[in-house]
């Protein structure tokens, strides 16, 4: 209820484990995890129980509302009964990606601070200056991308592009840009605002990170019915800001980065707007129907190699 375990630790979202039935299990028992056909885990059932569902999605996403992408998840398609205890790792389920555990990234970390990027879209021009900002910004740092990759909500890139995207733009930037890392995070992104930015500073930190980024709306999503956002612009900002001492991370956040031409480029929207300079835009909507039709999309925007691969999908790389 208050983003606390029984322990009183910090932690954002439940995990949960639902069944469609209590039917055959009982505590005490012991359950057999797999995935894709391996197993992967033992489950030491210790409660089996019916949530209330409406409380969950109150507490959690602020709103009970079907409206919201992820509550609709919970009371429509997932079980009605959950299972908790002990878990007992066996082996890491093999996704269709290449994936690293936290030790593993670790280990691959320089020392020094490491500035973590959460992202569940491609990468395009404007977001990766805003990384060559925060990687300027925290001095001798590393910038560590690392993007969710599991579904996250209707309308979104496939987990299967965006690897490609980001596998792309790696090799693009690699040369001029040493001090960034990328890895991948097999996780669904639940939409839930301010709780969610919690999660992902306490994922982050086991993935050797020392700050956050979180910027405008982070983890935010809008009624499905009337497009009204469900969090404020900066709750998710403001919650980790809160936060941030207790889980040992630093919270850092940059303006949007706004395209003024080919001699400035990129430069933070304050800026812009202080010399007024006009912003030269290209909404989403147009970028996906250029996209569809086949016309030029202009380098200041995205990537081509990254814009080469969402061509090549096409609608198939919607979820």
């Given amino acids: 209820k208050d983003m606390r375990l029984p322990s009183k630790e910090l932690f954002g979202l439940p995990v949960t484990f639902d069944v469609p039935s209590s039917a055959g299990v009982k505590t005490g028992d012991k359950i057999l995890l797999k995935w894709d056909g391996k197993d992967v885990a033992v489950l030491e059932a210790e409660s089996v129980f019916k949530p209330n569902k409406v409380v969950e999605a109150k507490k959690c996403y602020g709103t009970s509302s079907l409206e919201h992408p992820t509550v609709h998840s919970l009371i429509a398609e997932l079980g009605d009964v959950y299972i908790g205890g002990k878990l007992h790792g066996i082996s890491s389920p093999a996704f269709k990606y290449q994936t690293q555990t936290p030790a593993e990234v670790r280990a691959n970390l320089p020392p020094g601070d490491v500035v973590a990027f959460q992202n569940r879209n491609p990468i395009h021009r404007a977001h990766f200056e805003l990384l060559v900002c925060a990687q300027k910004d925290v001095a001798g740092c590393t910038l560590l991308v690392h993007p969710t990759c599991g579904p996250t909500q209707p309308g979104d890139i496939d ?65 499905t019915i009337d497009g009204e956002d469900f969090y404020g612009a900066y709750d998710a900002q403001e919650t980790g800001k809160k936060h941030e001492a207790e889980l040992g991370m630093k919270v850092t956040h940059y303006e949007n980065m706004v395209y003024v031409g080919p001699e400035e480029g990129y430069v933070q929207e304050s800026v812009a707007k202080k010399a007024g300079k006009k912003v030269v835009k290209l909404s989403g909507t147009e970028f996906r129907r250029r996209l569809r039709a086949g016309e030029e999309i202009p380098e200041w925007f995205a990537f081509k190699p990254v814009v080469d691969i969402l061509r090549k999908d096409g609608d198939s790389a919607l979820c």
């Avoid at 996780?187 to 500073?201: D, L």
């Fill in 159 to 223: 987990g299967i592009v965006r690897i490609q995207t980001y596998e792309a733009l790696r090799k693009e930037t690699e040369q001029q840009y040493p001090m960034f890392r990328w890895a991948y995070l097999p996780y669904s992104m639940k939409m839930a605002g301010p709780r969610e930015a919690i999660q992902h500073m306490i994922i982050r930190k086991n993935y050797g990170a020392t700050h956050f980024i979180i910027g405008r709306d982070m983890a935010g999503t809008k009624s």
